[in-house]
Nanobody
Framework: QVQLVESGGGLVQAGASLRLSCAAS????????MGWVRQTPGKLREFVAR????????YYADSVKGRLTISTDTAKNTVYLQMNSLKPEDTAVYYC?????????????????WGQGTQVTVSS
């Protein structure tokens, strides 16, 4: 099993920055990649960004390209999501997710392990 714990959410104004962290523990050696997925009330979870567990292979949703950056520190078993130029439409609960297998899809239903989520609210 793998446990994921997010931190770093909060309330900010449009244009501000936030950095989310996700600390992984447990059987992390078997992980293939890590990702961030967000959800707003009444909507399905939406893929945001992904990175290989050992770094590289970054991929982003079109809606966040150029503003959000995913990175990893394997020495700390931690994945980050640097969020710049935040917009009100970025308001959501952000979940850290992980997989231990290759998948050609980034859809929310392909991720095996989940954190509890952290709220990000961007005011206009």
């Amino acid at each position: 099993q793998v446990q994921l714990v997010e931190s770093g959410g909060g309330l900010v104004q449009a244009g501000a920055s936030l950095r989310l962290s996700c600390a992984a523990s447990g059987r992390t050696l078997g992980l293939y990649d890590m990702g961030w997925v967000r959800q707003t009330p009444g909507k399905l979870r939406e893929f945001v960004a992904r990175i290989y567990w050992n770094g590289g292979g970054t991929y982003y949703a079109d809606s966040v390209k150029g503003r959000l950056t995913i990175s990893t520190d394997t020495a700390k078993n931690t994945v980050y999501l640097q969020m710049n130029s935040l917009k009100p439409e970025d308001t959501a609960v952000y979940y850290c997710a992980a997989r231990d297998h290759l998948s050609l899809s980034f859809s929310y239903d392909t991720w095996k392990y989940w954190g509890q989520g952290t709220q990000v609210t961007v005011s206009s």
